[in-house]
């Protein structure tokens, strides 16, 4: 469904919307590290105009799975992030530079939670998944306590006690022994 306001539909008073994104937006766009964990993200915008600037007060809310960055493990995190975003008018954000021209420190110092909007629609949806990336872990756990796998067997710590000794993984190779000494062992067939 898609999450579409249009500007000339707005008064000054505030107006709220609701929608349920489908879960494709985390299959596009959070490829390898999350996957969708529901059907829908829950997104609520109020919307309030003056002029030609337009507020957004919103919340996302959903699931996403992934596997846990220390123990490998599936699991799913619940996230529920509120937001706030400003679009002016068209020409607003222009820092004077000559037309065609990129001004990169203007770039640099720009708001991010003020964008322009084309003086006829305001897309909510993709403001709403650019929220919801954003509220995500880069490194996501299990548990804040997940203690991982072992180095040396693999084994996951937080199921199984191991007989291996933590110091052993951590024991530097022999000075004379060079990274590059497994490749002269490695034989490569010729394509007939």
Do not use: Q
């Not at 490829?31 to 996302?60: I, N, P, Q, S």
């Amino acid at each position: 469904m898609p999450f579409t306001l249009k500007i000339a539909d707005l008064d000054t008073a505030s107006r709220t919307l609701n929608a349920e994104l489908g879960a494709a937006w985390c299959e596009e766009r959070l490829t390898g590290l999350y996957r969708a964990a529901c059907d829908h993200v829950d997104a609520a915008a109020d919307v309030t105009r003056v002029a030609d600037v337009v507020e957004v007060k919103g919340r996302v809310r959903g699931r996403v799975g992934f596997d846990c960055s220390r123990c490998a493990e599936p699991a799913t995190l619940a996230f529920d992030t509120a937001f706030t975003h400003h679009f002016v008018g068209p020409g607003k954000l222009a820092t004077g530079a000559a037309a065609g021209e990129i001004d990169e420190d203007a770039d640099a110092d720009a708001d991010p939670d003020v964008s322009e909007h084309d003086g006829v629609h305001i897309e909510l949806e993709e403001l709403c998944v650019e929220y919801a990336i954003l509220a995500l872990p880069d490194v996501p756990l299990c548990d804040e306590e997940c203690r991982g796998l072992c180095a040396l067997c693999g084994a996951n710590r937080n199921r199984e006690t191991c007989a291996c000794r933590p110091e052993a993984a951590h024991v530097p190779p022999p000075a004379t022994a060079s990274p590059w000494e497994r490749l002269k062992e490695l034989r490569v067939e010729p394509k007939a």
